[in-house]
């Protein structure tokens, strides 16, 4: 969001094969399907006064609303076309894990004749609103001074 509100073009991708969310124990996440519209997701989890305030407690509801601030529902990075991913000069991930099967995916796609060398940087963020924002600050300086 704070990318976005400074004016700069911002995309959001996993990279699993499903969108996980905490759900009332580390056994019980909740499991979408990627394309699932974060306004369903909300709706899912605040079926009942119960869950909507558990999932607002652990922060979940208010992921959704990032999410859904940016983008209608989550995008999986691997299912992008090498043409589209050629686009990117710079692609930022909040996780070492998303570092990871980034580097790992470009590296098995095949190029196109459009495809540049683009920077992949890791900026390890615990998920949580506050560590988002501050992160977010951060990784906004660092486009300003890539740009």
């Known amino acids: 969001v ?3 509100n400074a004016g700069l073009r911002v995309e959001s991708y996993g990279t699993g094969t499903q969108v996980r969310l ?3 124990s580390a056994m019980e996440p909740r499991i979408f399907k990627f394309g699932t ?3 369903e997701m909300f709706k899912s989890m605040a079926a009942t006064p119960e869950d909507e305030a558990f999932f607002n407690r652990n922060g979940v509801l208010q992921l959704c609303r990032r999410g859904a601030a940016v983008k209608k529902a989550p995008q999986r990075w691997q ?3 090498s043409d589209f991913i050629a686009q990117h000069d710079v ?3 909040f996780e070492e894990r998303i570092f990871d099967a980034v580097v790992e995916d470009l590296q ?3 190029p ?3 495809f540049a060398p683009i920077h992949i940087i890791c900026l390890d963020t615990k998920d949580n609103p506050h560590e988002a924002q501050l992160q977010g600050q951060v990784a906004l300086e660092l486009c300003w001074r890539l740009e």
């Open 2 to 4: 704070v990318l976005g």
């Open 22 to 24: 905490p759900g009332r």
């Open 37 to 39: 519209p974060y306004e």
């Open 79 to 81: 299912d992008m076309t």
């Open 91 to 93: 692609v930022i991930a």
């Open 108 to 110: 098995l796609r095949e």
């Open 112 to 114: 196109t004749e459009n």
